[in-house]
């Protein structure tokens, strides 16, 4: 029996991605392994969208040295966003790596999957499903475009099928993939794009849930909103990025909206579909970021109220435009400041909007257990724990709300007939 092990950092289209390497892997007799040293193959799924990420990465390959020198026969893979076209360079700064493969690629010594063999053999009740890979937006900051590549749709057919057959395997909700989903089908014959695939998707029998991640403000249609308003299965749960609360940092970034664009469509989202939870990402410190625009972040982000924000504070890439034309001149320690005067703010938000669920029944798909206690996901996306002996994996489920935090909900299967 070949063992293989496959470590995960970064975003969700990574993980999608090594679940599928992993069943794939299993289909050809290859069994997991929860421990590095017993590997026989260990497949490293890379993320360098920060310096930090990065560093993790690098970190780590410098620690299989070691491994591979015991272990000959070990066979190690790099793929991901560390991969980039010059793969002789980096074969040079990892030569214990026997092979680097671009994101997405498949490792040589397999044969080519046909489809339905690389969906997951056991997904989990909530699984992501990548329908646009890549990303043609060049935002000033970013290394994704030089990693992943131009936007790429998969044929609306393909996805159907896809979850059609993961519904088969006990899947419930499916999130969508893509740097920017707005853009999903441009590139493709008809042109079809997010609502007609949602409109498709939502007529599938046995599936609950539909959620996409992520939107760009400059693409995010108005036909769009009013399909999460109307479409049943598609969940109150949107994820925009917003990057920074002031214009002259927007065009510096390059990301081709204003603030008064993005205020007007939180606006026109939160009228439409009402109880809807917003999620944004900031990049604080970006190159010559003073006090004041720091401060247009922070003022915007207490009037939006969002449930969740992801901050990074801004490193540069090599070869991305910001890299290449803007001095990082923001020293660490400020830009660790400004990220922590952001979450510290997002805490007292969020506790605030947690709170009002106290006492209240929201629905929750199962999706396991974490140490005792099952956990699982509102359709706004919230997180909640609740303890239970009966198999619960799987299941929707009512949970009447006992206590909140910042970060998550705990509370008691509240009981009814069902039950
Ligand atoms: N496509 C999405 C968008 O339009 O925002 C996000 C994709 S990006 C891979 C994920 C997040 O990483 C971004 O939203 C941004 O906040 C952060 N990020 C990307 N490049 C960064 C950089 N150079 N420094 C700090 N954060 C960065
Ligand atoms: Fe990067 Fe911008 Fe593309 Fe998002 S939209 S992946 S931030 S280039």
């Not at 193959?41 to 360098?48: D, K, P, R």
Request: with cysteine.
């Amino acid at each position: 029996m070949t063992n293989y092990y496959i470590w995960t950092i970064g975003c969700q289209m990574n993980k999608a991605e090594s679940e599928r390497l992993g069943s794939y892997l299993e289909k050809l007799g290859y069994q997991a392994t929860d421990i590095v040293e017993e590997a026989d193959l260990i497949m490293l799924n890379s993320c360098v969208v920060r310096q930090s990420a990065e560093n993790r990465v690098i970190n780590k390959l410098n620690a299989l040295k070691a491994l591979k020198r015991s272990h000959p026969n070990l066979t190690l893979a790099v793929t991901g966003c560390l991969v980039n076209s010059d793969i002789d360079q980096i074969k040079q700064n990892f030569p214990h790596v026997d092979y680097f493969l671009k994101p997405g690629d498949y490792p040589p010594w397999l044969e080519k999957a046909d489809l339905s063999s690389v969906l997951p053999q056991h997904p989990s009740p909530g699984t992501f499903v990548p329908i646009i890979q890549g990303c043609d937006n060049f935002c000033t900051y970013c290394i994704v475009p030089y990693r992943r590549g131009r936007e790429r749709s998969r044929p609306t057919e393909e996805i159907v099928g896809e979850v059609k057959e993961l519904v088969q395997r006990g899947v419930k909700e499916v999130t969508l993939l893509g740097q920017n989903v707005d853009s999903y089908g441009h590139d493709l014959p008809n042109k079809p794009d997010l609502t007609d695939l949602l409109n498709e998707l939502n007529t599938i029998a046995g599936l609950t849930r539909l959620r996409f991640l992520t939107n760009h403000p400059k693409d995010m249609s108005p036909r769009l909103i009013e399909a999460i308003a109307y479409l049943d299965k598609v969940c109150e749960h949107i994820s925009l990025p917003v990057q920074s609360g002031n214009n002259d940092i927007l065009r510096a970034m390059r990301r081709g909206y204003t603030i008064e664009h993005y205020r007007q469509l939180i606006s026109e989202i939160r009228s439409k579909i009402p109880n809807v939870a917003l999620s944004t990402d900031i990049i604080v410190g970006f190159p010559s970021e003073t006090e004041t625009q720091f401060q247009q972040t922070v003022n915007l982000l207490s009037e939006l109220r969002f449930d969740t924000i992801h901050v990074a504070a801004y490193s540069p890439r090599p070869g991305t435009i910001a890299a290449k034309e803007l001095e990082d001149n923001i020293p660490p320690i400020e830009k660790k400041g400004r990220l922590n005067k952001i979450e510290q703010l997002q805490k007292r938000i969020a506790t605030g909007i947690n709170s009002r669920l106290l006492g209240r029944t929201v629905e929750i798909l199962v999706e396991g257990k974490q140490k005792d206690k099952w956990q699982g996901r509102t359709r706004s996306g919230k997180l909640v724990f609740f303890s239970d002996n009966n198999a619960r994996r799987g299941q929707l489920i009512k949970i009447r709300v006992e206590k909140t935090s910042p970060w998550s909900l705990q509370g008691k299967v509240e009981l009814s007939n069902n039950n």
